[in-house]
């Protein structure tokens, strides 16, 4: 067992190095100071590992990586050791301090377990991405904090927000929203349950010069939304309820951000989501919202077969929406790092122009 734990070890040690030769240039170049170093590329060795820093300092640096659920089990005692093994040959490959180092179990989350804190350790650090800075927590939630396989798809974003009204659906902390303001949009909406992503947003949108506020309740009389006063919002609401009572109020958007969970199901909302059940009905309403020139962009991440735009178009028809257009952009967001490696399906979603074209 320890002759096969060293020779592992070796493997990630050499397979490291190589990865990081490869990437440094790029990541030095493009901005890029959170990027994927290691996506069990080895079968053997289940890690999925990113790199937080600057390449010209690993000194600095940090990992945070992930160790997937094997296939068959393994006692604790050999596992705790061959992680620690593995900890030591990512140090010895990369000149990243050992306590700087996070790994941990990723299994299939439910609900927003995949959210929730692990920890109090409280290891952040503020990561470029693109010229603008994000706060991550390395080390107390099972995610970071910034989702580094949606980079480009960002940037997409940030490339046509001058000027428009922005909303940001299941917005986390707030990276597509700060990305949209950096672009110049005239405002931004951003709308999570959690008041603990919204202050993690508000500080990334402060870290690269805007001020943002969080509106907790932001109800008319009638129970519907009244208007919101400030540039940038930060919302807590439930999302689902947010967008009936918007519609309510035939309120409209330019530019709609969509990047649910795979499921949630939060004391906090009025019913549970399913991606899989409801993505068609979910957008079906966004599009009430959307202005007549108006985009939606849409992040997909589910476990079954790959979610294809004509999928999605055919679902909206199935409901009588027929004049909406739905590109894959798959290939558009696919950067350096990621490159032959399984990322979220990513759409944009825009009204056909009225030229007499029927959708069947």
């Known amino acids: 067992m320890q002759d096969k734990t060293a020779d592992q070890a070796q493997m990630l040690f050499n397979r490291l190095q190589k990865r990081f030769r490869h ?15 290691y996506d069990r590329d080895i079968p053997e060795i289940p890690l999925v590992l990113d790199f937080f820093g600057e390449c010209a300092t690993p000194q600095d640096a940090a990992i945070c990586g992930s160790l997937y659920k094997r296939p068959y089990e393994k ?3 050999d596992e705790t050791v061959w992680l620690s093994a593995m900890k030591e040959s990512i140090s010895s490959a990369l000149g990243v301090k050992l306590e700087n180092i996070f790994l941990k179990q990723r299994q299939k989350q439910k609900g927003l377990l995949q959210y929730e804190k692990m920890g109090q350790a409280q290891f ?11 706060k991550v927590n390395l080390s107390d939630y099972l995610d970071t904090g910034l989702f580094i396989d949606r980079r480009l798809f960002r940037a997409m974003v940030r490339d046509v927000s001058k000027n428009k009204k922005v909303l940001n659906l299941f917005s986390y902390t707030g990276a597509f929203s700060v990305y949209a303001a950096a672009g110049g949009a005239a405002s931004t909406d951003s709308v999570d349950l959690s008041n603990t992503y919204l202050n993690w947003a508000k500080e ?3 870290l690269n010069g805007f001020s943002a506020s969080i509106t907790k309740k932001n109800f008319t009389t009638n129970g519907t939304y009244g208007s919101f006063t400030n540039r940038h919002e930060l919302i807590r609401a439930d999302v689902l309820e947010f967008i009936k009572k918007a519609i309510i109020e ?15 199901n939060s004391k906090s909302m009025t019913c549970n989501f399913d991606l899989n059940r409801d993505l068609i009905e979910l957008l079906s309403q966004c599009l009430k919202l959307l202005s007549p020139d108006g985009k939606i962009f849409v992040s997909v991440n589910v476990k079954r077969g790959a979610v294809q735009a004509q ?26 790092d990621f490159k032959g490696r399984k990322m979220p399906k990513a759409f944009l979603l825009e009204r056909e122009q009225e030229r007499g074209l029927s959708a069947d």
Do not use: C, H, Y
């Open 23 to 37: 990437l440094k240039k790029w990541a030095q170049r493009m901005g890029a100071g959170a990027f994927r170093l």
């Open 75 to 77: 006692d604790e005692a």
């Open 124 to 134: 952040t650090k503020i990561v470029k991405e693109n010229s603008l800075s994000f």
């Open 204 to 206: 990334n949108f402060a």
């Open 250 to 264: 035939k309120k409209l958007w330019d530019i709609i951000i969509v990047d649910p969970p795979a499921f949630s």
């Open 311 to 336: 999928e999605l178009e055919e679902g909206l028809r199935s409901l009588n929406i027929r004049n909406v257009r739905v590109t894959d952009l798959g290939s558009k967001i696919e950067d350096e």
